[in-house]
């Protein structure tokens, strides 16, 4: 069983190795051209769709989602023109695929030209959500590269409906059908199979929890670009202007708690957190957040007139913080909370316990500012404003296939050049090396 | 053992780890003053280092090493001349760090700036040479990178020895000793800890044979940049300058076989052959390569008068290729030899049988010549060069720490530049997300 998952897999990443030599160098009236088709027939096949995702609805496997999870997997004809709009809007986005990067003519006359490529052959590994299926293979043909998608099983069905479509779009274009390919399996042992083919597969990016991320780490012998997770912080510093503190504070952790991007971790310079620190906690227990305090910051509330914050204070919304609480990504409501005494300890801390994803100061102070852009190792480091800015529409990237927690090829939210590679054109007149 | 290895290793990246942070920031004054002091130190230790060699190449290690590995460990007065002088060259080399590679001012204000930073730590695993020690420590030294240096158990005392003129020439500048540091065993327990690292160590560069290679690749879940085989071809075209495609042809194969830019292989167009192949046949043979041939180019030698070719032509100098030669890396006076019908054919059989690092075409028809740098699919292609031009200093990049031979964020020669990762800097004034 294992050696025929075995071949499947091999015979397929085959296939996309072809497909993605063809499509290296179409032009981008092509590749629109799929996109349109496929944007139209997500449009007409709503029925279809949504009987394929009712049958996954109605799975057992399904019946075990949480219900946030259930609702990712969920279509509805809302969602489906969406979807629609969110392949035509990658139709207008520039194509990366040769632009010219650098050029030079060396003193033997040598003309080097370096230019951007597609990768190859990417590997989509992702969890039960059908949108993603039609957002990698979207981004992935635009940049030029063939993709291997292989999707949770809740979702298979929906899956499998989905890439019949692209299938369609990309023939109507007269592009190669197995530009884009879904694992017709998910079997474990295939995508375990998968992960080996590094001389056919050239870029793995897997979507999804840590377990999954960590998997696809650790037995993958193909490169990986993590998307990995969010411990993101906000310093308020000695010279912030607290209003502004306040609001970035309460933006960065409550406008969307279930985002890579959310704050979960607070830090708050010493000489204002006496000020500071009743308000902005009136504010998030306004919006359901609940507290997990150091020492110094839960004697600070103690202090205070608790019942003047917010009449909604209750006994969960403060709890003191376990040592845990400080590194890690809540993904909800709630927020870690520790006063420190200086600049330079928030720097020590940030660079010890974030994930290096979006980090904040709010300060008035430029040179605490510029200390802090240069010294934090994050991805991205913001002054005086929200984390929940790290992301691919807000940079003007357009669409993107994800957020890099890593540091090699791509950093940050990735979008159609990240999913490019260059290579060098290098032009004589017969010169050879002494 | 084991866990004391592991405890080693781990507590030896914590350092590098605390190094990396204190590193991204330093002025290149402080990095270009630690690399003269290290050349000064080179200078001043011959006796100490020529000692340490000594040791070394006495050991039962280094006598079951080939002649040629044990002429790459062995030192010199001369090889620590030019090792100085290559210490003092990256001084002149401009620092990447803080480069801005982007910048742009959202709509709502936000200013956002893409910049060039160190990568963090870097780990390289190499094999029983002496001056990659040097050669690596001080290129991720000068782009802002703590490095842990793994060499070869033959090489140890020396590199131990030059390990202290590192940590000495770092403390004398005021940067942190722990910057740069050799792990102080070669047991291979060591090796398998430190590539599980993950959260410490950013990236892993290993350079040596194919088996080392493998070894980190299969064993690391940190991201390897691998520096890997080269099987480069020539093609030459049926419209080629023959005089032009025969001294590429020589140069390529001949002017260093050891390379991993030397030509492996020769595609020769069929309108071409009869003319071409005798004539560069006779010019290889006198070189002292080995030609593998295929039928078609068998048969063409065969028809002419072997002897005309080259007083030199023995038994030896012509075989039968295997199907195997199609796709070695002899890494020596050997090529392989096929005859091709079409231009198309030579893309498809190089885009099949190449390693995808540097491949040539010699042709004087534009078109042809324009279809393959579009087409092949490698990190290097030329027109009308020899491929042995793929190489750091040759781009104008100075100093490289390898050849990528993967897709990933470094392709081709990698340079300081090539080192480095980048993260945004995003400056508001409060702005919050919607």
Not at 293 to 308: K, M
Request: charged content about 20%; overall charge negative; glycine content about 4%.
């Amino acid at each position: 069983m294992s050696a025929e998952l075995t071949s499947l897999v091999t015979s397929l990443a085959q296939r996309a190795r072809a497909a993605s030599l063809a499509l290296a160098t179409v032009p981008t009236a092509a590749k629109n051209a799929a996109l349109a088709r496929l944007a139209d027939l997500i449009d007409a096949s709503h029925a279809a769709l949504l009987a394929a995702n009712a049958r996954d609805l109605a799975s057992p496997e399904a019946a075990a989602l949480s219900a946030s999870s259930r609702d990712r997997l969920t279509l509805t004809t809302a969602r489906l023109n969406h979807l629609a709009v969110s392949v035509r809007e990658v139709i207008t986005l520039p194509d990366p695929v040769g632009d010219l990067l650098e050029e030079t003519t060396r003193p033997n006359g040598l003309h080097i030209r370096k230019v951007r490529v597609p990768i190859g052959v990417v590997g989509i590994i992702y969890e039960a959500r059908p949108n993603v299926t039609v957002d990698c293979a979207i981004l992935c043909l635009k940049s030029g590269n063939a993709s291997i998608l292989r999707g949770g099983k809740e979702c298979f069905h929906t899956n499998t409906a989905l890439a019949a479509l692209i299938t369609a779009a990309l023939t109507a274009a007269g592009l190669p059908a197995d530009a884009v390919q879904l694992i017709p399996t998910t079997d474990r042992a295939a995508l375990n199979a998968l992960l080996k083919l590094d001389s056919l597969i050239h870029c793995i990016i897997p979507r999804g929890g840590e377990s999954l991320i960590r998997f696809v780490a650790e037995n993958s012998t193909i490169p990986v670009i993590k998307h990995f997770q969010g411990v993101c912080f906000v310093y308020v510093d000695a010279a912030a202007d607290l209003a502004m503190a306040e609001a970035i504070t309460v933006n960065a952790k409550a406008s969307r708690p279930s985002a890579c991007n959310a704050a979960e971790q607070l830090l708050i310079h010493v000489s204002v957190a006496e000020k500071f620190f009743p308000a902005v906690a009136g504010a998030l227990i306004a919006n359901n957040v609940q507290l997990r305090c150091d020492s110094a910051s839960l004697a600070i509330l103690a202090a205070s007139d608790l019942s003047a914050l917010n009449s909604q204070v209750s006994a969960s919304s403060i709890a003191p913080a376990t040592p845990a609480d400080y590194t890690t990504e809540f993904l909800d409501t709630i927020i870690a909370v520790r006063v420190v005494d200086s600049l330079e300890a928030a720097i020590a801390t940030i660079n010890r316990d974030s994930s290096n994803h979006s980090d904040a100061i709010v300060t008035a102070d430029e040179s605490a500012a510029r200390r802090f852009l240069a010294a934090v190792d994050s991805a991205t480091v913001y002054w005086n404003a929200s984390t929940r800015f790290t992301d691919g529409f807000e940079f003007g990237y357009g669409a993107e296939i994800g957020i890099s927690t890593d540091r090699l090829h791509a950093r940050g939210p990735m979008g159609l050049r990240e999913l490019c590679t260059y290579k060098f054109l290098i032009e004589g007149t017969g010169q050879t090396r002494s």
